[in-house]
C-alpha cells in the first residue's frame, strides 16, 4: 500500500455511500476538512497519512468493513474477488477431507477474498492460543499447500492421526519435522517424518 492508494480508497469508500470527502469526514465525527485534498500533504511537503482512528471512524459511520476498505485500497470492488474454499481447524483433521497434496475436497462453504491469483489456496479458521498474540483465535489465514516452505515461515501442518496445528516452520529432514509456537506458553514440536501428512504454507492472514 502507498500515500496514493489510501486516499484513493477513503474517496472511493465515500462515494460508495453517496459522501464526498468533507461529508465522509463530518458523519464520522471529524473535521470536515480533514480529508480534503490539500490536506493529504503536510506544511513540510511530506505526504500526510490519515490515521488508524479515523479509518475506523469512517467505516463505522458508514457500515463498512476493513474488508471493504482493503479491497477499495487494492481498485477492487468490495464484494467481488475470488471465492475460496474455508473450513475450520476442527473440520481439517477429519479423515478423506484432503487430497495427497493437502487441498480440502468437498468444502461446501466459500469466501470471497480480493486480490488473490490463481494460486491453489483455501481460507482456514485459526483455533487456541499456540499462535498469539500474531494469530488468535477466529483469525483466518490463507494456505497454499505444495508450496516452498524455508525456516520462519508460518504453516498449517496436519499429522496422519488428524492433528492439525498452526506453527513455525523450523527445519525439516529426512526424519523430523520441527516447528515451533509463538505462545511462549507452548513447546515446540518435533514430528517424526512418517507422522506428516502435510505442511501447507500461510500467505496471508486477516486479523
Known amino acids: 500500500m502507498d500515500h496514493a492508494q ?9 462515494a460508495r455511500h453517496g459522501f464526498t ?7 464520522a465525527g471529524l473535521d470536515p476538512t ?6 493529504r500533504i503536510g506544511p513540510d511537503g511530506k505526504p500526510r497519512w490519515p490515521s488508524t482512528e479515523s479509518l475506523v471512524r469512517i467505516l463505522n459511520a458508514v457500515g463498512g468493513s476493513f474488508d471493504e476498505f482493503a479491497a477499495l485500497v487494492a481498485g477492487e470492488t468490495p464484494g467481488q474477488g475470488r471465492a475460496i474454499p474455508i473450513i475450520g481447524m476442527a473440520r481439517a483433521g477429519a479423515d478423506g477431507y484432503f487430497d495427497a497434496d493437502g487441498f480440502p475436497i468437498g468444502a461446501a462453504e466459500t ?9 491453489r489456496v483455501y481460507a482456514l479458521e485459526i483455533s487456541g492460543e499456540s499462535m ?25 501442518a496436519r499429522t496422519r492421526e488428524g492433528e ?9 529432514t529426512d526424519q523430523a519435522l520441527e516447528l515451533a509456537s509463538l505462545n511462549p506458553t507452548y513447546p515446540h514440536r518435533v514430528l517424526k517424518a512418517e507422522e506428516v501428512d502435510w505442511v501447507g504454507r500461510i500467505v496471508w492472514a486477516s486479523q
Not at 164 to 170: L, R
Open 6 to 14: 489510501i486516499w484513493r480508497a477513503i474517496d472511493a469508500l465515500g
Open 21 to 27: 470527502p468533507s461529508g465522509l469526514a463530518r458523519i
Open 34 to 39: 480533514a480529508f480534503n485534498r490539500s490536506k
Open 111 to 119: 469466501q470471497r477474498f480480493p486480490g488473490l491469483d490463481d494460486s
Open 132 to 156: 498469539e498474540p500474531v494469530y488468535r483465535d477466529g483469525d483466518v489465514v490463507i494456505v497454499q499447500p505444495g508450496a516452498s516452505v524455508r525456516r520462519g515461515d508460518r504453516v498449517i
Open 164 to 172: 492439525v496445528m498452526c506453527k513455525v516452520f523450523v527445519r525439516r
